[in-house]
C-alpha cells in the first residue's frame, strides 16, 4: 500500500530522471524454482550495484518509474522493431546524457513480486526474448560485460569437455569455477538477505555447476530459433 509513496517521496528526494525499483519473484517449488531465483537474485544485484556505482547496465519494466519528459527525449532509442527491452534501451539512453540520474531505490514498501515461469519451455522462450534485445545495445560497458560473462561461460564448458581427454583440464575447470562463483555468492547472498531469501543460498553450488549448461542451451535457442522482431 505504500509502493507508489515510497516511489515519490524518493523522487522528491533525487529528483532523478530515471528511478529503478526491486523486483522479486514468488516461492518457486523443486530445483527449478529455486533456480530462477538464484539467477533473478543475481540479475537484481548487478542491477543494483551498477546502479550505485554510476555505470547503469540493466533495469525491470516490471518495478520502473521515469520522467516523462526523459521518455519523450528518448523515445526514438527505444528499438520498437524489437519485442523486448524498451525499458533497458531507455536506461542506455538516460545513461548517455550526463546530466540526467538514474536512481536505484533500496526500499522494502517499493518492492514488487513477480510469478516465476511455470515450466521450462516458457523459461526458454523468455530468456531468448531477453537475449534478442543485446544485438541492439550500443551502451560499451554493457556489451563487456555480456562478453565477458559468455566467454567466462564457454571456458567453463570447454575445460569440463576437455576434462575428459586430459585431466589437468578439470583442475583448470575448478580454478574458473571458483574466480566465478566468489563474487556470485557475494552479490547473490547479499541480495538474498535483504529480500529476505537467505535459505535460497543452500541451492548456490548447485545452480553455479549446472549455469553454464543452462547459458549454452538458452544461447543456442535463441540464435537457432525464430527471431523476435516485430
Same mark, same amino acid.
Given at each position: 500500500?505504500?509502493?507508489?509513496?515510497? &516511489?515519490?517521496?524518493?523522487?522528491?528526494?533525487?529528483?532523478?530522471?530515471?528511478?529503478? =525499483?526491486?523486483?522479486?519473484?514468488?516461492?518457486?517449488? %523443486?530445483?527449478?524454482?529455486?533456480?530462477?531465483?538464484?539467477?533473478?537474485?543475481?540479475?537484481? %544485484?548487478?542491477?543494483?550495484?551498477?546502479?550505485?556505482? %554510476?555505470?547503469?547496465?540493466? =533495469? @525491470?519494466? $516490471? +518495478?520502473?518509474?521515469?520522467?516523462?519528459?526523459?521518455?519523450?527525449?528518448?523515445?526514438? +532509442?527505444?528499438? *520498437?522493431?524489437?519485442?523486448?527491452?524498451?525499458?533497458?534501451? #531507455?536506461?542506455?539512453? &538516460?545513461?548517455? @546524457?550526463?546530466?540526467?540520474?538514474?536512481?536505484?531505490?533500496?526500499?522494502?514498501?517499493?518492492?514488487?513480486?513477480?510469478?516465476? @515461469?511455470?515450466?521450462?519451455?516458457?523459461? /526458454?522462450?523468455?530468456?531468448?526474448?531477453?537475449?534478442?534485445?543485446?544485438?541492439?545495445? +550500443?551502451?560499451?560497458?554493457?556489451?563487456? #560485460?555480456?562478453?565477458?560473462?559468455?566467454?567466462?561461460?564457454?571456458?567453463?564448458?570447454?575445460?569440463?569437455? $576437455?576434462?575428459?581427454?586430459?585431466?589437468?583440464?578439470?583442475?583448470?575447470?575448478?580454478?574458473? /569455477? !571458483? #574466480?566465478?562463483?566468489? *563474487?556470485?555468492?557475494?552479490?547473490?547472498?547479499? !541480495?538474498?538477505?535483504?529480500?529476505?531469501?537467505?535459505?535460497?543460498?543452500?541451492?548456490? &553450488?548447485?545452480?553455479?555447476?549446472?549455469? *553454464?549448461?543452462?547459458?549454452?542451451?538458452?544461447? =543456442?535457442?535463441?540464435?537457432?530459433? *525464430? %527471431?523476435?522482431?516485430?
Amino acid at each position: 500500500e505504500n509502493w507508489l509513496g515510497t &516511489i515519490v517521496a524518493f523522487y522528491e528526494k533525487t529528483g532523478a530522471d530515471m528511478i529503478v =525499483c526491486p523486483v522479486k519473484l514468488e516461492r518457486g517449488k %523443486g530445483f527449478f524454482g529455486r533456480f530462477q531465483e538464484l539467477e533473478f537474485l543475481s540479475l537484481q %544485484g548487478v542491477t543494483a550495484g551498477s546502479i550505485l556505482s %554510476g555505470n547503469s547496465t540493466m =533495469c @525491470n519494466g $516490471a +518495478n520502473l518509474a521515469f520522467k516523462r519528459d526523459a521518455y519523450m527525449f528518448n523515445r526514438d +532509442n527505444l528499438h *520498437p522493431e524489437l519485442l523486448t527491452g524498451d525499458d533497458v534501451f #531507455l536506461l542506455h539512453s &538516460i545513461k548517455k @546524457n550526463e546530466k540526467s540520474r538514474i536512481e536505484w531505490l533500496e526500499a522494502f514498501e517499493s518492492v514488487v513480486t513477480t510469478l516465476p @515461469n511455470p515450466d521450462a519451455a516458457r523459461f /526458454l522462450k523468455q530468456r531468448r526474448r531477453w537475449i534478442s534485445k543485446a544485438t541492439a545495445f +550500443n551502451d560499451s560497458f554493457t556489451i563487456v #560485460l555480456g562478453i565477458v560473462t559468455f566467454v567466462t561461460i564457454l571456458l567453463q564448458i570447454f575445460t569440463i569437455v $576437455a576434462g575428459f581427454f586430459n585431466h589437468t583440464f578439470i583442475y583448470i575447470y575448478l580454478l574458473i /569455477l !571458483t #574466480l566465478k562463483s566468489v *563474487p556470485d555468492l557475494l552479490i547473490i547472498h547479499n !541480495t538474498a538477505v535483504r529480500y529476505g531469501r537467505r535459505e535460497l543460498m543452500v541451492w548456490f &553450488i548447485p545452480s553455479q555447476v549446472v549455469y *553454464p549448461v543452462y547459458v549454452l542451451i538458452t544461447a =543456442c535457442f535463441a540464435f537457432f530459433s *525464430p %527471431g523476435q522482431r516485430t
